[in-house]
């Protein structure tokens, strides 16, 4: 049996002016006039036989219907895109736009990925790193790390690493006048803040500590600088142990005492459906798997 489908041509049109909430802005968009986005809509309305935007005099609004049909055709749209995008891509070679986190890249990606290039010499790998969720489709994306709860909609997500924190610094604070041994030796170390949920009094809560300031100390809003900091021996840091596990393998951080905290937030690999059809967002996606299984 054959499909039943609307006029395909018309689908852009509904799906921009749904989004925009403007037959003008959705126009622009698409290069097209504005009568033409109008009569596309009226076409679908018409084969549809229902009303998807209310017309106000200076607005449009999605009647019910028309906001249940644009959540499918939006995810029937994109899908399409992603399938275009590894339909034309090359299958061996070309460029790879990663997602990630300034303080993950900095810290765990950058420094493996020689190991990457080494065995992929064909993929270029270029790194797009933001505090804000990037749009695949719009921003060109292929892959990402995100760090979250996993809950992502429309995409692929795959657990990459669960995330813990305890105490790090530079084996220099080990020695001293007062060198760190115990929990309560903090009290004689300047504590190095970043921008993390999980912060110095809450860990210092949960080893019975009440009577230290975890306000006090350097405040970075970017993690790779606070474990640089704390690598140059400027104060302990309660590190993220994915951002810090270099570090520690490499002798530059150790942890003064194992007490850590495990946050529920975890790394996550995260794609559109479809997308590891493409050889480069394969490789890369197991590459991920087999750098975080190894440490």
């Known amino acids: 049996m054959p499909r ?24 622009a968009e698409l290069n097209v006039t504005h009568g033409a986005i109008s009569r596309a809509i009226r076409n679908l309305e018409e084969t549809l036989g229902t009303r998807l935007f209310e017309r106000g005099t200076r607005s449009v609004s999605l009647t019910p219907a028309g906001a249940a049909y644009c959540a499918e055709i939006g995810a029937a749209l994109d899908r399409i895109s992603v399938a275009t995008i590894a339909a034309t891509a090359p299958r061996s070679a070309g460029v790879l736009n990663v997602s990630t986190s300034d303080g993950f890249a900095g810290r765990w990606l950058v420094p493996r990925l020689h190991r990457f ?16 969720f990037a749009d695949f489709i719009r921003d060109g994306i292929d892959i990402a790390i995100r760090y979250g709860t996993g809950e992502y909609e429309g995409v692929v997500a795959e657990l990459l690493a669960e995330e813990e924190v305890s105490p790090v610094c530079s084996p220099a604070l080990l020695q001293g006048e007062h060198p760190l041994r115990v929990p309560d030796d903090l009290r004689h170390h300047r504590l190095i803040h970043d921008n993390f949920r999980i912060g110095w009094a809450m860990w210092l809560q949960h080893v019975g500590l009440d009577d230290i300031d975890a306000s006090s100390g350097l405040r970075f809003d970017a993690a790779a600088y606070a474990v640089e900091a704390a690598v140059q021996g400027e104060g302990v840091l309660l590190g993220r142990s994915a951002l810090v596990s270099a570090d520690l393998a490499a002798g530059r951080l150790v942890r003064p005492f194992d007490l850590s905290l495990k946050s529920r937030w975890k790394y996550y690999v995260v794609y559109p459906d479809g997308a590891l059809r493409q050889r480069k967002v394969k490789a890369f996606r197991d590459w991920l798997f087999l750098e975080m299984a190894v440490g």
Not at 4 to 27: E, G, I, M, N
Not at 117 to 132: E, F, K, N, Q, Y
């Open 4 to 27: 039943r489908l609307p006029p395909l041509t018309a689908l852009p049109a509904f799906d921009a002016a749904a989004r925009h909430l403007s037959f003008t802005k959705a126009a």
């Open 117 to 132: 290039h080494r065995t992929h010499p064909d993929i270029d790998v270029r790194l797009a790193t933001s505090g804000a």
